[in-house]
């Protein structure tokens, strides 16, 4: 191969390297982009009155005579609507059945959109559910609210070769003559009065239980749970993984018992994540009983199962690559196999176990199948420390799914998922970065 | 199996003679040196089948310098490495014949090699200090064996490091790393940190031939330093530091002893044609 050839290639072949390395790099900014950016919009928006209102009734936060001077100051609107629907309400008993009948549906969605605005509405009955209590807490679905409230959508069935097509009508004409009529321009000029919304940082998205299925608050309970997963997994798996490491690599001898513990082990890693979770419930929950029900202690076993196969890899790795010569040294000197593990393997070995651990870390506090069936519900308080061994937890991992596809209604708590989205990839990295900086000390520390 | 070994019992008459003429007159008087320290006995090592050493019969002087040399692959490293049995950890590796040491069967039964390695230290080709502050190198062999008091542990630290000759260069950073040290001066904490468990044999295992010149003089400077307080035996390639360092040699050959006299009579007047052949290079 002569000079030009071999440059040629060399020079295509850094061309390649660079490009997957750009090409994976944007693959991660499309992924971590919208994480972040929609993520932070459960902890940065604006707030409106109703969120306000909520904090004070829910958590007892926030300043109560500025609230009050607030509400004096938005009912003087709100009331104006109010008193257009108790104009139009009059104005509908006289009016013949035919053509109460030709408004009452309409109506009826026109007073359930201002309900979802403002609140209940006077003369209804308080409500159960919070999500009713309360109007729109945030601005930017309130003019999502908004929209439903002066549009009446519908569909497009006209072409029967493409799938319908929803658009927006007009509420006034419908009830054009009637004094309703005003309704629809008044609010639309007048909702940031009624609702005053206002930039907040709402740090209580982290530390806060979450109110009525995750309709308002936070998600404290979830992160709370995450972190005992992870660490409840940790406390079964590592110790026992860095055992079995060291029992593989200086006690077991070569032979087929050996390779077939190694292969085992192999094998596990390699088992879907959803048999662990089935696994831990036959076996942790209905054979062993180590709880009642689903618990955080059957769900850090399940998933310290699942992780181990990963952490005696680690290890196992990590003590072949400390040099003999440190085993020979130790051993020179009239030291005991035990020493030498305990005082020259394992310490030189500690930052590739550590990976190994982190790596594990991140893994059992993401997992989502090992904990359904284990640990993890829905909704729920955070538990106390001394509640681990009986109580489930609500778990990031699992409310993400929850909210996604399960929750009834996905759609008008989206924000909430995002949140939680970065709230667990936050929680993973500082896991891990936490780790890689305990990591390089240890590493500076051995290496002088 | 306790062997009445012939070996064991110093035979003063005909080895003193050979000592008194081939000796410089500075090495002759050793004060409790010239018994026997370590014997073999037809003592031979197999890696599996393979025999790497052949019943090999020797008596190691007490505090006196044995070197041995051979060419590569000769056995020379294996048959130092049994001597505190550090070829435990190469697997498939056993012995037959036997192996005294102070009259102990040192493949015994019942010896304890765990004791038997804190008489017998062994300082390897390559230094390989811990990854400790040189403070804790040192330490670890007095701590290992059950000293925690800080000062004691200060004194034996300064002592050994002064019989290292490495005092001086290191005394005002104890507390940092010993991989900071450049190459002779790991390989002399390595000396110190054997040393600081008290052996009375020490075995260097070509302790030079990772070191540049400088530090192997400074090696070499040390283990003239050591004699006649610890029975040392050195294995090496190069027959000058033979020479120079050693008050007996050994020159193995595809696992035989084939001599093993005064370094001044082996160097001078080897008895065996193939010795001649190796230190005149004609093979190597």
Redo the contacts between chains.
């Keep these: 191969m002569n000079l030009g050839t071999r440059k040629l290639l060399d020079r295509s072949f850094t061309a390649l390297g660079i490009g997957s390395i750009v090409i994976m790099g944007l693959a991660l900014l499309v992924v971590l982009a919208p994480i972040v950016s929609k993520g932070v919009g459960a902890l940065v928006f604006r707030e409106t009155i109703e969120h306000r209102k909520l904090l004070s009734t829910e958590f007892h936060r926030g300043d109560g005579r500025e609230l009050e001077k607030e509400i004096a100051l938005s009912n003087g609107y709100r009331q104006k609507a109010f008193d257009m629907l108790a104009v139009f309400d009059q104005e509908l008993e006289q009016m013949t059945p035919e053509r109460q009948e030709q408004y009452r549906e309409s109506y009826d969605q026109v007073k359930t959109a201002l309900r979802g605005l403002l609140g209940p509405l006077p003369g209804d009955t308080d409500p159960e559910l919070a999500r009713n209590r309360y109007g729109q807490t945030r601005w930017d679905k309130a003019e999502e609210k908004l929209r439903e409230l002066l549009y009446e959508q519908k569909w497009d069935y006209s072409n029967p070769d493409v799938i319908a097509k929803p658009y927006d009508v007009s509420r006034a004409p419908g009830f054009a003559g009637t004094s309703l009529v005003r309704l629809f321009p008044y609010v639309e000029q007048n909702l940031d009065k009624m609702l005053l919304p206002e930039w907040t940082f709402y740090w209580g998205f982290i530390t806060d239980s979450s109110i009525d299925a995750h309709f308002f608050g936070g998600i404290w309970p979830e992160i709370q749970g995450t972190l005992f997963l992870a660490i409840g997994a940790m406390l079964f798996a590592f110790p026992l993984g860095v055992i079995a490491a060291v029992y593989f690599t200086e006690y077991a001898r070569d032979g087929f018992l050996t390779s077939m513990l190694r292969s085992a082990n192999s094998t596990l890693a390699g088992v879907p994540s959803i048999v662990f979770g089935l696994f831990g419930l036959a076996f942790f929950i209905n054979t062993l009983h180590v709880s009642e029900s689903k618990s955080v202690l059957a769900g850090s076993l399940t998933l310290a199962i699942m992780i181990l196969p990963t952490i005696i890899r680690a290890s196992e790795e990590a003590i072949l690559s400390v040099p003999k010569t440190y085993k020979e040294a130790s051993l020179g000197l009239g030291s005991t196999k035990w020493n030498t593990i305990m005082t020259v393997i394992l310490p030189a070995a500690l930052p590739g176990i550590l990976t190994g651990g982190v790596i594990s870390l991140g893994r059992a506090a993401g997992e989502t199948a090992p904990i359904i069936f284990t640990a993890a519900v829905s909704v729920g308080t955070a538990i106390g420390l001394g509640d681990v061994l009986s109580s489930p937890t609500p778990a990031l991992s699992w409310n993400i799914y929850n909210l996604a596809s399960e929750h009834e209604a996905a759609a008008q708590i989206r924000h909430v998922q995002y949140g939680m989205v970065l709230a667990l990839v936050t929680v993973v990295l500082l896991l891990n970065l936490s780790a890689v900086i305990l990591r390089a000390r240890i590493s500076k520390k051995l290496k002088g | 199996m306790p062997m009445t070994l012939e070996a064991t019992e110093p035979k003063k008459s005909k080895d003193s003679s050979v000592r008194d003429i081939y000796l410089p007159p500075e090495r002759k008087k050793v004060s409790g040196g010239g018994v026997p320290h370590v014997s073999a006995k037809n003592f031979s090592i197999y890696y599996g089948e393979f025999e790497a050493v052949k019943k090999v019969s020797a008596d190691i002087m007490s505090k006196y310098v044995t070197a041995i040399i051979g060419p590569s692959g000769c056995g020379k490293s294996t048959f130092l490495r049994s001597i ?1 049995r ?1 070829n435990d ?1 190469i ?1 498939n590796c056993h012995t037959t014949g036997a192996l005294m040491f102070d009259g102990e069967d040192v493949y015994g039964k019942f010896t304890d090699e ?6 017998i ?2 300082v ?1 080709q ?1 230094p ?4 400790k502050s040189i403070f804790d190198n040192i330490a ?2 007095p701590r ?2 059950g000293i925690k008091d800080r000062k004691t542990l200060e004194g034996i630290v300064e002592k050994s490091l002064r019989k290292a000759a490495l005092w001086d260069e290191v005394c005002d950073r104890l507390d ?5 040290l450049s190459g002779g001066q790991q390989q002399r904490l ?1 000396v110190a ?2 040393l600081a ?1 008290e052996p009375e044999i020490l075995l260097l295992d070509e302790p030079t031939s990772a070191l540049d010149p400088k530090a192997t003089a400074k090696i070499e400077d040390l283990i003239q330093e050591l004699r006649g307080s610890y029975t040392i035996m050195i294995v090496t390639h190069n027959m000058q530091q033979a020479s120079r360092v050693s008050d007996y040699t050994m020159f193995f050959y595809e696992g035989v002893l084939i001599e093993h006299a005064p370094t001044a009579q082996l160097f001078t007047r080897p008895k065996d044609q193939m010795t001649e052949d190796y230190i005149t290079g004609r093979f190597s």
């Design positions: 505190n550090m950890l697997p765990v004791l038997l390695r804190k008489k230290g062994m390897f390559k390989n200090p811990f990854p670890y062999g290992l064996h940092k790393n010993a991989l900071g390595c940190r054997t468990v």
